[in-house]
C-alpha cells in the first residue's frame, strides 16, 4: 500500500513542476536531502527534482512558467533557479558506471529505480512523486524511511561497490551519522558498512583533496565534531587523511607513569571550542590541531615524567604543511590557525605565574585581533578530570582574562602600532636606511612592552633619542 505526504509539498514549485510535467509526459520527483529533512523536522531550502527525461529542457520550461532565469551547466546535465526562497536543482534521472581508476562515472539516461539505485543511503534515496495521480507518494525501495528512523546509515547497494565506486561516500556516510545525530537519537554507520569502509579505505587516494577537505569542514561545522573523527578512525580512514591526528593516539606507560591519550584530548578540546564559538570553522581547524606537534617532542624525564616541550613551536610549523596537504587556503585563515597553535600555552601559562602587565602586554602584541579566539580555545583546553584543578584553572583564568582588559584599556597594545617610524628617524638624524634604524624601533617596542614607557610618541621619541645618542646618531639642524 503507497503512502502519501502531500503535507510536505505545499510549496508553489512543486505545484508548478507538477503541471510541467504533465504537460510534457514526463515523471518528475523531489528526491533526496528535502525528503530526509522532512521526515527529520529539519528546514531545508535546497529542493532536488529528478525527471525521467532532460533536466535542462525541463529546468528552461519550469523557468519560462515561472518567469526565474535558469542557470544550467551542460557538462553535468543539471540546471537551477531561485523561486520563494529555495534553490531547485533539476538533473535527469540517470543510471551509472564507474571505472576502478575513478569516481568519476559513466552516465546514461534512465528511470527513477535506476536514479535512486546510484544513491549513496538509503535515506537520500528517498523520493515524493509530483504526478498528478500520485502527488506526495513516498518512492522508497530501499527502506529509507525504516533506517532514519532508527538512525541507520546505510547503502542501497553492497558497500563494497558504492564505496569502490565513490570513495567520497565513505567520509559522506561519517559526515551524516555526524550531523543528523542529537541527543534524542544517535546515527549510526551499519556494521557491514564499517568493516566494508576498512577494506576500501585505500580507494581514498582516487579522491582529489579539495573534495576531501570539503568534507572533512563540513564534518568540523557539526554540533559535536568529535563524532566524525572517531568514526573516520574506527574505519581506518583517518591514517589516509590526517596521519598527523592519528599519530597523537595510545599512552605509553615508563615506570608506571603515562600520560594522557593526546588524541581523545584533541577531540574534547574540539567539542569545547564547537560549543561556543558559533561555527568559526577555523578556530575550530586550531583546535583539532592545538596538540598536533605533540608526538614530535615527547619525551620521558625520571624526575618530571612524560613532558611535551616546544610542542607548540612544532605545530605551529606543521600547519602550513598539513593544509598544503590538504588543498585548504593557504592565506590568513592558515595563518590564523598557526598563529593560534602557536600561543595556545600563553594563556595558560600567565594562570600559572604571576601575572604581571608586561606579560600581558606581550599576549596582546603578539595575538592582536585574535586574542579573543585564543582565549576560547585556551578556555576549551582545560579538560582534567579533578574538578578542583579545573576549578581553580578556570578562576585564574577569569584573572588573566580581566588583566587582558586592563592593560588593553590603558596601553592600546592590541595591533600594535610603533609610534617610532623609519621615515622619522632617517628624516630626524638625515640617515638613509640602514640597521640602526631597526634597532632603535625594536628598543622602543620593547621598552613599552616591558612596560618601562607608555604607549606614546612623546616618551617613545625621548627613549629613542637617548638610545641613538649611545649609537652615535646626532640629530641634523
Known amino acids: ?61 519550469v523557468g519560462e512558467r515561472t518567469r526565474k532565469k535558469v542557470s544550467y551547466f551542460k557538462n553535468f546535465g543539471t540546471a537551477m533557479l531561485h523561486f520563494d526562497g529555495d534553490e531547485i536543482e533539476f538533473v535527469g534521472a540517470r543510471r551509472e558506471s564507474y571505472r576502478r581508476e575513478s569516481r568519476k562515472p559513466i552516465v546514461e539516461n534512465g528511470t527513477i529505480e535506476d536514479d535512486q539505485l546510484r544513491r549513496d543511503f538509503t535515506i537520500n534515496a528517498m523520493a515524493f512523486s509530483l504526478q498528478s495521480d500520485s502527488f506526495g507518494e513516498l518512492v522508497d525501495p530501499f527502506g529509507g524511511i525504516r533506517d532514519l528512523d532508527k538512525g541507520i546509515i546505510r547503502t542501497p547497494l553492497d558497500p563494497d561497490t558504492t564505496y569502490s565506486d565513490d570513495p567520497l561516500r565513505m567520509l559522506r556516510a561519517v559526515r551524516f551519522a555526524s550531523r543528523l545525530s542529537v541527543p534524542e537519537r544517535t546515527f549510526r554507520i551499519v556494521p557491514e558498512s564499517m568493516e566494508s569502509m576498512q577494506r576500501m579505505a585505500p580507494r581514498l587516494s582516487i579522491l582529489s583533496k579539495e573534495r576531501i577537505s570539503d568534507e572533512l569542514n563540513k564534518m568540523l561545522l557539526t554540533s559535536r565534531p568529535s563524532m566524525a573523527f572517531r568514526l573516520m578512525d574506527e574505519a581506518g580512514l583517518l591514517p589516509y587523511i590526517l596521519p598527523e591526528l592519528t599519530a597523537l593516539k595510545g599512552v605509553e606507560t615508563i615506570d608506571g607513569r603515562g600520560h594522557k591519550d593526546n588524541f581523545s584530548h584533541t577531540l574534547a578540546v574540539l567539542d569545547n571550542v564547537a560549543a561556543v564559538d558559533g561555527g568559526n570553522l577555523w578556530l575550530r581547524w586550531a583546535a583539532l590541531l592545538h596538540d598536533i606537534g605533540k608526538p614530535e617532542s615527547k619525551r620521558y624525564d625520571p624526575a618530571q615524567g612524560w613532558t611535551f616541550h616546544g610542542h607548540e613551536v612544532i605545530g605551529s610549523k606543521m600547519v602550513p604543511r598539513i593544509f598544503s596537504a590538504l588543498k585548504l587556503p593557504l592565506d590568513d585563515k592558515m595563518k590564523y590557525v598557526r598563529k593560534l597553535v602557536w600561543l595556545h600555552l600563553r594563556p595558560i601559562a600567565l594562570v600559572d605565574d604571576l601575572v604581571t602587565d608586561s606579560a600581558v602586554r606581550r599576549l596582546l602584541f603578539d595575538a592582536g585581533d585574535d586574542i579573543d579566539d585564543l582565549m576560547t580555545l585556551c578556555g576549551a583546553d582545560i579538560t582534567s578530570k579533578n574538578p578542583v584543578k579545573v576549578a581553580r584553572i578556570k578562576a585564574n583564568f577569569e584573572l588573566v582574562r580581566k588583566k587582558l582588559v586592563e592593560v588593553e584599556e590603558k596601553d592600546a597594545i592590541r595591533n600594535f602600532k610603533n609610534p617610532i617610524t623609519g621615515d622619522y628617524v632617517m628624516k630626524l638624524y638625515g640617515i638613509p636606511p640602514c640597521s640602526e634604524i631597526g634597532q632603535l624601533k625594536e628598543y622602543v617596542k620593547e621598552a613599552i612592552l616591558d612596560g618601562r614607557i607608555g604607549n606614546n610618541f612623546e616618551e617613545a621619541d625621548a627613549i629613542m633619542r637617548s638610545r641613538a645618542a649611545e649609537l652615535g646618531l646626532t640629530p641634523v639642524e
Open 1 to 61: 500500500m503507497s503512502v502519501t505526504f502531500p503535507q510536505y509539498l505545499d510549496k508553489r514549485i512543486f505545484r508548478v513542476v507538477s503541471e510541467v510535467a504533465a504537460e510534457k509526459g514526463v515523471r518528475a520527483f523531489v528526491i533526496g536531502g528535502y525528503v530526509r529533512d522532512c521526515f527529520l523536522g529539519n528546514h531545508c531550502k535546497d529542493i532536488d527534482i529528478v525527471v525521467e527525461g532532460s533536466g535542462i529542457d525541463f529546468a528552461m520550461a
